[in-house]
């Protein structure tokens, strides 16, 4: 962290997100949590987001440009490149390392490049499909740079997003901090054992705000903006909360144990999926899917 001090925003934010492999201690690493966003994006209807996505909005469609801003090492816009309505792809992100990984896949369609999003932005250049998957809450000042996506989209165009929208800089809510307190209590402390052997999870804090800012200024800015500026700007063809307000937080440093097909797992795992859900009757969802058009 002390290095970090006199890094440049835009250092910090690409030195986060270099590529590297780290323990899959992240919720988003439970094979049985990503069935569930896909179960409840599809509502069921779908495989997964991306066949919904095709089967749904571009029939009828041809020679589609796609571009992604924050792709990461860009195993999602690899998803699209086998769609023969999409023509090419860019995406995009600070991360060199990312980049040099992502292009390891070589797939001809996809043009990945290191490149800044507000340079972007400033281009005349436009897309059919503009594509955000975890990005868009790391930007800030959406007030103005939503409605700024029109400048790129082509008629018809379709903006995507596969977002966290929930709490600011994740300063979690006390209710969702006693839910998840209550839930890690109930766990078995074989369960709770942090990543790399660094003791046992007994309590979920909200992010330090200072150490927020020092590692990573790009964290969450203001994503509980996302969904409102969207609807007040676009036309919202398809939209689905999938949860998150409990599970992302708890399964924080912890996620490797729910990782495998036992029963006791996927027990565990059914207990916190219902204790979510009832959250959710009296919460909006912090993660959201949604697909917007030109007003």
């Known amino acids: 962290m002390l290095g970090r001090i006199g890094a440049s925003s835009k250092e910090k934010v690409a ?48 020679d589609l440009k796609m571009v992604s801003p924050g792709c990461g090492t860009g195993s999602h816009e690899r998803l699209f490149a086998s769609f023969p309505e999409i023509d090419s792809i860019l995406a995009f992100d600070l991360s060199e390392k990312s980049i040099e990984k992502a292009r390891e896949a070589n797939y001809p369609k996809i043009d990945y490049q290191v490149k800044d999003f507000y340079g972007w932005m400033d281009e005349p250049e436009r897309c059919d499909i503009l594509f955000f998957y975890s990005s868009l809450h790391h930007f800030g000042n959406l007030d103005t740079l939503i409605p700024r996506f029109k400048e790129k989209l082509n008629p ?40 790399q052997g660094r003791g046992i999870k007994k309590h979920a804090y909200r992010p330090g705000l200072w150490r927020t800012l020092l590692t990573d200024p790009s964290e969450s800015i203001e994503p509980s903006k996302i969904v409102p500026l969207l609807q007040k700007h676009f036309t919202p063809l398809y939209e689905q909360g999938f949860g998150g307000n409990i599970l992302h937080l708890l399964f924080k440093d912890i996620a490797q144990h729910f990782r495998d097909d036992s029963a006791q797992t996927n027990a565990l795992l059914d207990q916190l999926f219902l204790a979510e859900d009832i959250f959710l009757e009296k919460s909006p969802s912090d993660f959201h899917f949604g697909v917007y058009t030109l007003s």
């Open 156 to 195: 018809g165009g379709l903006l995507i997003i596969h977002e966290y929208v929930g709490p600011d800089r994740m300063m979690w809510t006390r209710a969702q901090r006693k839910e998840v307190n209550r839930l890690l209590a109930t766990l078995p402390e074989s369960y709770r054992s942090f990543a």
């Open 15 to 62: 030195g986060t997100w270099d590529f590297t492999e780290l323990p899959p201690s992240n919720w988003w690493n439970i094979p049985a949590i990503r069935a569930r966003w896909e179960e409840k994006i599809t509502r069921g209807n779908y495989a997964n987001y991306v066949e919904l996505i095709q089967q749904k909005l571009l029939q009828n469609k041809s």
